[in-house]
């Protein structure tokens, strides 16, 4: 016999004796490895949220201490004395008197001032600009502000006749037409992953949702530097919504990465090219544009005056989203290329503009303004 043959024959022999043979099946159990957890296992933890806005010509100052309820209470003479000593020089710029302590740190940004307690706790002095000369658009900021707090505390948004006798007036700082609030708010926020200006985590996952149902617009890419329509790839590129105050819609441009929005910020946005880097926000307000150039101005580093207000607003270019014409402003400093702004004025209802503001690198902003531009042309509420 051939001894590829036998070869084969012995395997056989092999396979049939094995299969005759007793085979236990042992069943093993295997830990299941728990799951990480996630921002939403983590419980809700108390805070408690302090604060006085103030009108002042054309701008609303936020004195404002957030924490846990019981150093919020423990501290709460103290700041509403560091609330009363608050008072506005004939250039505008508040002046205050701190008690044993505290330390203040003054910015000179849109947080002014930070003052800080011994036991680590930090309240924030916060400059907006606002119209404070009629009444009715007052109570609709206030009423907007004060919601704003609320949801950074897990609490539901109030209109104006529900929300106002829970405020406490300061008439110290009150007009005839506008007038100071108290402010104390009681709420539970996450212990980590929400942050302490995102208000309710579900935000996020509203976010994510809406960004799912809501159709793509189409971005007017217009020029030969502009950027490509975002439809082009969708998943880079998603719809994004922000959250119930004006449900906010838009197209991301490629190269711009989506942050987390915080505060008064309905979106926020991150650009890194050119070893530069420049951010994008989009916030709502009711002041009035020239008080927000002084602002923008200071916050660029220079000193503002009358002339250079008007220059800027003169010099404004104009776009068009929705219908609705807007307007442009650029703010720089020549001798400090690192920093400048190119904010667009949407007026979204009679009292209210929509802001679309980058900051950052003067060549970086001149290199994305076609890009913010074809942006802005995205966006729907």
Known sequence: MKLWARATIALLLIFVVGCGEDTEVRTYTVAKRPAPP????EAPTPVQTIGVIYPHKSTAWFLKLMDDPSKVESLSSEFRRLADSIQFGEDGSPQWKLTEGWKDQVL???????????????????????????????????QSNVNRWRDQVGLAPQDWEAMQPELEEFPNH???????????????????????????APFLERMRAQAQSQ??????????????PAQANPAQNPVMTNDDRLQLKYVVPEGWQEQ??????????????????????????????????????????????????TQIIQAATSGKVRDLEYRCYRIGDETNPEMAIRVAVIPIKENENLYVKMTGATALIEAQSQTMDNFISTLNW
């Open 38 to 41: 996630t921002a939403t296992d």
């Open 108 to 142: 000179e940004q849109i947080t002014y001032a930070k003052f800080t307690h011994a036991d680590g706790v930090t309240a924030t002095l916060t400059k907006l600009a606002a119209n404070t000369e009629d009444t009715e658009a007052w109570h609709a900021y206030l």
């Open 174 to 200: 009150s007009s005839e037409n506008v007038k100071a609030y108290f402010v104390s708010l009681k709420g539970m926020r996450k212990s980590a992953g929400s942050g302490m200006g995102m208000g309710n």
């Open 215 to 228: 159709p793509q617009p189409q971005a007017q890419a217009t020029g030969p530097s502009a950027t490509p």
């Open 260 to 309: 987390a929005a915080s505060g008064i910020r309905l979106a926020s946005f991150v650009i890194q090219a050119q070893d530069k880097t420049a951010s994008v926000s989009i916030s709502t307000s009711t002041g009035q544009v020239p008080a927000a150039v002084e602002m923008w101005l200071k916050q660029v580093g220079k000193t503002p005056d009358e002339p250079q207000i």
